[in-house]
């Protein structure tokens, strides 16, 4: 396997936008089931949380199915592959349906979490040992709703003329190893007015 090289990470000094209050659960209007455009997993947003689920079913045949698992058995199996994703085999005659089951949770209100709203947008703060911020947003647009992070480190550059950025260097590498960000409330609204939206999920339910 080829390894990738990780991109530099975008951390926030405080949690966005600044100064606002906390929002105690996700407004209403939010709440509900999403479908991903790019690959049908369920994403689900109830009054504390967002979490995402993916489903996913195959047919090979019996005995490529037991060698894949370097087992044998007779009947239909469950296996738990990880905390989050489990795989159940039903076993048909001669050949055997595969169904994957994962489940991922995005965002908890709790102590470590911060929930703010400002010009249309939700503002998913994740707080981190060395005392800075991760920072998503969403924005829901009719049915169409976008969840994507607030800066990413690909739009770096291209906002360095509206916000300060602090790029720390990594000694070794001597790449950057992480960018650091405090914008003002009328920086921070220009970096929202930069965003292009992508709306990844439709709401169904």
């Known amino acids: 396997m080829i390894g990738c090289t990780p991109k530099p990470e975008v951390r926030f000094l405080e949690p966005q ?3 606002k209050h906390d929002l105690k659960e996700f407004p209403r209007e939010y709440q509900g089931q999403y479908i991903s455009k790019s690959d049908s997993s369920i994403l689900t947003i109830d ?17 490529e ?3 894949e698992l370097d087992t044998i058995y007779k009947e239909d199996i469950e296996i738990e592959i990880s905390d ?8 048909e005659g001669d050949s055997a349906t595969i169904e994957t089951y994962g489940i991922d949770t995005l965002f ?9 709203k400002f010009k249309g947008y939700l503002f998913l703060n994740y707080s981190s040992s060395d005392s800075t911020w991760r920072v998503k947003i969403l924005k829901l647009d009719d049915n ?3 969840f994507e992070k607030l800066v990413s480190s690909s739009e770096i550059d291209t906002l360095r003329e509206v916000t300060s950025i602090i790029t720390v260097i990594d000694t070794v590498t001597n790449k ?23 709306s990844g999920f439709i709401k169904i339910k």
């Open 144 to 146: 169409l709703l976008d």
């Open 84 to 91: 989050n994703w489990t795989m159940t085999v039903d076993v």
């Open 65 to 67: 199915m037991q060698n």
């Open 17 to 19: 936008p600044r100064n």
């Open 176 to 198: 950057p190893d992480h960018h650091d960000l405090k914008p003002k409330r009328r920086e921070l609204k220009a970096i929202l007015e930069r965003k292009v939206s992508d």
């Open 108 to 116: 908890l209100l709790s102590e470590n979490t911060k929930l703010r």
């Open 47 to 63: 009054s504390k949380m967002i979490y995402q689920e993916w489903i996913g079913f195959s047919k090979v045949s019996d005995v």
